[in-house]
């Protein structure tokens, strides 16, 4: 196998993380046999400095011509003066854009080894394991019109949230195949009882569940989807909604894992998909050493799963991920309460690739017995 992946290393802890996720994939591709070629481009603020604009057209050619696109992290407090339009995040919400990938795929998992970490007791976060899908290219973030404008002696600020029946269909259908590879089970998050998008959307999942027999619909308002996430996440299997309400309930799900620092993404279904860890790009700890690489690497086993249809390879590097978890080596941010060893961001890929060795050895002399 050759495919060629787009690296965006982008700010802050963006280059640290991403290497390690490199540092993996040419383990797997050095086990396997595969040929994966890196061709690494600037975007965010990096870009803006080097380039003036946050997606330079080299970065997204490039992007457009790979297999896949693994991204670090964009933003940078430098940068919060500048309009909207110019700041480093503007260059991601173009990326997506162009590559066409409409639903966002963020598991969320609880593993015992760093239990300690989450702010949930045990009893209530063990043994949770959540897909949030969601959908990336409508809603508030893209809908027109919007702007800040003067009216009537004052400043107003609009945005349009917006969806049509095809958006909500495609990224349903999404959901649903991924539950039936689960647990069978999917919860669609709105707000209906006050949104008119909402209202559309629930009747649309709805509709769309009807082909899928085999797995069980639920339909959740956001704010009481919030309030589960904390106080019974195991009660969810695969988590459904839109852009904004997406956004937020993913990032509270950190409380799940014990740091943003362990979630990872996959965006899927345009002609190129784009993976990359959830947390942001964390200035205040770049270039020490101490950021987790758990969401990039996991994020690259995504990669492996969605765009190349490894799912032997994928899997390996997410059990590899367990077993050094249980193993007990941690990044500080995961390090408290849970005992073992504190190591820096290049030593947890380290130990990570040398698991997926080890696993991959293992089931290569099982199959030869």
Not at 12 to 22: D, F, K, L, M, S
Not at 52 to 77: E, F, H, I, M, Y
Not at 254 to 262: E, K
Not at 291 to 296: I, K, Q, R, S
């Amino acid at each position: 196998m050759r495919t060629r992946i787009t690296t965006l290393p982008g700010d802050g802890i963006g280059p640290e993380v991403t290497a390690e996720a490199v540092r993996v994939l040419q383990a797997v591709a050095a086990i396997h046999g595969y040929r994966f070629e890196f061709e690494e481009h600037a975007i965010g603020g990096v870009a803006i400095k080097q380039y003036g604009s946050p997606l330079p057209r080299t970065t997204l050619d490039a992007c457009l011509a790979s297999d896949a696109v693994l991204l670090g992290a964009v933003g940078a407090p430098e940068y919060d003066r500048l309009p909207p339009n110019q700041r480093p995040e503007a260059g991601l919400l173009l990326l997506r854009s162009a590559l066409g990938g409409y639903a966002n795929l963020r598991p969320a998992i609880s593993y015992s080894s760093i239990g300690a970490c989450s702010p949930l007791r045990d009893e209530i976060a063990y043994g949770a394991d959540i897909l949030i899908v969601r959908e990336l290219l409508g809603g508030l973030y893209f809908g027109e019109p919007r702007g800040i404008d003067a009216v009537n002696g004052t400043t107003v600020a609009r945005n349009t949230m917006r969806y049509s029946v095809e958006e909500i269909e495609r990224v349903a259908r999404v959901a649903f195949e991924a539950a039936r590879k689960r647990r069978g089970k999917v919860t669609s998050v709105d707000k209906a009882n006050v949104l008119e998008t909402s209202q559309l959307w629930r009747q649309t999942v709805a509709r769309v569940a009807a082909q899928y027999t085999d797995v069980t619909l639920e339909h959740l308002y956001v704010d009481a989807c919030a309030m589960h996430l904390i106080t019974n996440p195991r009660r969810f299997d695969v988590l459904l909604t839109e852009n904004l309400f997406g956004d937020i309930l993913s990032d509270e799900a950190a409380v799940i894992t014990g740091s943003l620092g362990m979630l990872a993404s996959a965006t899927i279904g345009g002609e190129v998909g784009l993976y990359e860890p959830v947390h942001g790009s964390a200035p205040d700890i770049a270039g020490s050493g101490t950021a987790n690489p758990c969401g990039a690497i996991a994020s690259a086993a995504m990669m492996l799963r969605h765009s190349f249809q490894l799912e032997q390879e994928a899997s390996e590097i997410e059990l590899a991920i367990e077993n050094v978890l249980e193993a007990g080596y941690r990044t500080p941010d995961i390090a408290k309460g849970t005992g073992g060893y504190v190591v820096t961001t290049s030593e947890f890929g380290e130990v990570v690739c040398e698991a997926v060795t080890e696993i991959a050895d293992m089931r290569h002399a099982y199959h030869a017995v």
